[in-house]
């Protein structure tokens, strides 16, 4: 392989990793937002912003584990590493083929 495609294939890779970490973090927050403000505020009774013995309930407990439950977020930076570098080199692969087929064509 030659030079410019390692570091091609480096650059590419290194820009889908922080894309793919971006994405995951918007769709936690997203998530989060909407689990806050769709579960979480209809058990909230009395509007205070906080959940006393009386609004406690099954659903509530529920929806509060779903909203503390990180694991995926985060471990995505490590998951995110060998699937940036999978789809790094399927993009540089497809770059170097058109490449190489522009070039055939042109002469």
Do not use: C, H
């Amino acid at each position: 392989m030659k030079k410019s495609t390692i570091i091609r294939f480096l650059a590419i890779s290194t820009v889908l990793y922080f894309v793919l970490n971006i994405i995951v973090y918007y769709r936690w927050e997203y998530r989060n937002n909407k689990i806050e403000k769709e579960l979480l505020q209809k058990y909230d009774t009395n509007g205070d912003g906080l959940f006393s013995i009386e609004e406690s309930n099954p659903e509530l407990n529920e929806s509060q584990r779903e909203l503390s439950s990180d694991t995926a977020r985060g471990l995505a930076p490590f998951t995110l590493i060998p699937i940036s570098l999978i789809l790094g080199l399927i993009v540089t692969l497809i770059y170097n083929f058109l490449a190489k087929s522009k070039k055939t064509l042109m002469y």
